[in-house]
Nanobody, 124 residues
Framework: QVQLVESGGGLVQAGGSLRLSCAAS????????MAWFRQIPGKEREFVAG????????YYADSVKGRFTISRDNAKNTVYLDGNSLKPEDTALYYC?????????????????WGQGTQVTVSS
């Protein structure tokens, strides 16, 4: 069983930066690929970024490529999402997710464990 707790959300002005963190419980954190998804009310949850268990492979949605960076610290059981040049369209509830395999995917259904989400609001 893996429990995920996100933090770091908040209100930021367009063009600003934000760091989200996701702390994971459980053993063998390095065996889990991790990802961030986001959801706007009334829309489906969408993939934002993912990282393999070792951290060597990362994958981004086109909408955030070049602006967001996903990273992980396996010694701290934590994954991060750094967002720069934020836009109002980045406003969403951001979820951390873990899958029981080290390979990263962008498919929501392959992620078994989910956090409660942290709200990011970007004002124009």
């Amino acid at each position: 069983q893996v429990q995920l707790v996100e933090s770091g959300g908040g209100l930021v002005q367009a063009g600003g930066s934000l760091r989200l963190s996701c702390a994971a419980s459980g053993r063998n954190f390095g065996a889990n690929a991790m990802a961030w998804f986001r959801q706007i009310p009334g829309k489906e949850r969408e993939f934002v970024a993912g990282i393999s268990g070792t951290g060597r492979i990362t994958y981004y949605a086109d909408s955030v490529k070049g602006r967001f960076t996903i990273s992980r610290d396996n010694a701290k059981n934590t994954v991060y999402l750094d967002g720069n040049s934020l836009k109002p369209e980045d406003t969403a509830l951001y979820y951390c997710a873990a899958r029981m395999a080290p390979l990263v995917t962008d498919t929501e259904g392959t992620y078994i464990y989910w956090g409660q989400g942290t709200q990011v609001t970007v004002s124009s």
